[in-house]
Every structure is written in structure tokens, then in C-alpha cells.
């Protein structure tokens, strides 16, 4: 990918209201589409990832990511936040090569923190 | 398995030492990344190397950091010498195949003074 881009570089939300943390990218070729959370000090883990099929993939702790192709878009959303869901998230993005797979290396948006509030 | 596993988790040198960065995959894992994040450049890959092969190495920024692999089980970051401006976390990260997520570790935060 040339470039991914997390447009909102902080959210902050009240508990149990949602959120959508957005997420666009730039490639000449298509894409696997993934969301990392990462919690302080610690390393990035994986919360979902689209490969193919269908565009609203679900991941864990509730998360969901939609793919718009046309849009070059992969959107975060959860439903209802949780005090515990407060994090670092990167959108990260692998390009795949001519024939349908990827080389596995990812290009990492700039990250967004959300910050939960009570 | 125990995930990717780095060491050391901190890192303290002065400026011009040689640092060593160690990285333990996931067992079974044919893929190998580096990556470096900061506050400026973000998460930036460095290196990947696939079956023990490096095959991308120009994210590496200077002929001053060097990547190994010498088997499956474990690669190398080096540094040298090393400067304040490489202060940054390294993250080491294993995938099973190029289309399969990665795992990351838990990273090494380097601190050059």
C-alpha cells in the first residue's frame, strides 16, 4: 500500500456509547485489511482482519471493520464501549501480489487513541 | 506456544555501543518482521525475512543496523554504533505464511543517551 490514513488521531467517548475509529487507505493493487489494538507497554494484537468475502468482518471484544472498496475504506465500530477498551488502534494494510497473495509485510496507519471515559 | 518472545524488553546504551536486539518466533512461522515505532514515524517495517532469507531489507535505514536470521528459531537486530535518534521500540513479528497475520511480540524499547 502507499499509504494508510486514521483520520481521527484521538477519540474520546463516554463508556456504552459507540464508536467508529476510520480508517482509509491508498494502493495500486488489491488489499488484506487488518486492525491492531495496542495497550500500553505492550505489543500490537490482532482484533480482526479482512482477507476476502464478505466486507463486514467481526473480530474480538466486539469489534466490527467494514471494507468499502470503492471508498478505500476500512472502519472500525464497536457498539458499546468499555472502560477497558481504552488503546492505541492501527488499521494496517498488506498488498498482494499478481497472483492473489500477499508477501505478508504491513503498512501501519498512524494510529488512533481512544480514550474511554466513565 | 509462548507468542513471539524479544529481549531484552528494555534496552539502555550510550550513544556510539553496539546494541543487539533478540527476537524468538513462533514456531512453525516462515515469515520474520522487524519493525521500529516512534512518536514521529509511527510503526515503520525495517526487515522481513521469509524461510530464513531476508527479502525486504529497505526499510532498514542505515548501513549502521543490520538484521540475521541464522536458523527458524531466531533472528538479530543490531545496531552499530548506535545514536540518541535510534531510541524507539523495535517489535519483532512472526506469521505463519504471507497470509496469515502476524504476531507481534512485546517489543524492545531502546533508549540511547
Known amino acids: 500500500a502507499q499509504s494508510v490514513t486514521q483520520l481521527d488521531s484521538q477519540v474520546p467517548v463516554f463508556e456504552e456509547a459507540p464508536v467508529e475509529l476510520r480508517c482509509n487507505y491508498s494502493?495500486?493493487?488489491?488489499?488484506?485489511l487488518f486492525w491492531y489494538v495496542q495497550y500500553p507497554n505492550q505489543g500490537l494484537q490482532l482484533l480482526l482482519k479482512?482477507?476476502?468475502?464478505?466486507?463486514l468482518v467481526k473480530g474480538i471484544n466486539g469489534f466490527e471493520a467494514e471494507f468499502n472498496k470503492s471508498q478505500t475504506s476500512f472502519h472500525l465500530r464497536k457498539p458499546s464501549v468499555h472502560i477497558s477498551d481504552t488503546a492505541e488502534y492501527f488499521c494496517?494494510?498488506?498488498?498482494?501480489?499478481?497472483?492473489?497473495?500477499?508477501?505478508?509485510?504491513?503498512?501501519f496507519g498512524q494510529g488512533t487513541i481512544l480514550t474511554v471515559h466513565p | 506456544d509462548a507468542g513471539v518472545i524479544q529481549s531484552p524488553r528494555h534496552e539502555v546504551t550510550e550513544m556510539g555501543q553496539e546494541v543487539t536486539l533478540r527476537c524468538k518466533p513462533i514456531?512453525?512461522?516462515?515469515?520474520l518482521f522487524w519493525y521500529r515505532q516512534t512518536m514521529m514515524r509511527g510503526l515503520e517495517l525495517l526487515i522481513y525475512f521469509n524461510n530464513n532469507v531476508p527479502i525486504d531489507d529497505s526499510g532498514m535505514p542505515e548501513d549502521r543496523f543490520s538484521a540475521k536470521m541464522p536458523n527458524a528459531s531466531f533472528s538479530t537486530l543490531k545496531i552499530q554504533p548506535s545514536e540518541p535518534r535510534d531510541s524507539a521500540v523495535y517489535f519483532c513479528a512472526s506469521s505463519l505464511d504471507g497470509n496469515t497475520e502476524a504476531f507481534f511480540g512485546q517489543g524492545t524499547r531502546l533508549t540511547v543517551v
Open positions: 514456531s512453525g512461522h516462515d515469515y
Open positions: 479482512y482477507l476476502s468475502g464478505s466486507t
Open positions: 494502493s495500486s493493487v488489491s488489499v488484506y
Open positions: 494496517a494494510v498488506s498488498d498482494l501480489n499478481a497472483g492473489g497473495t500477499s508477501y505478508g509485510k504491513l503498512t
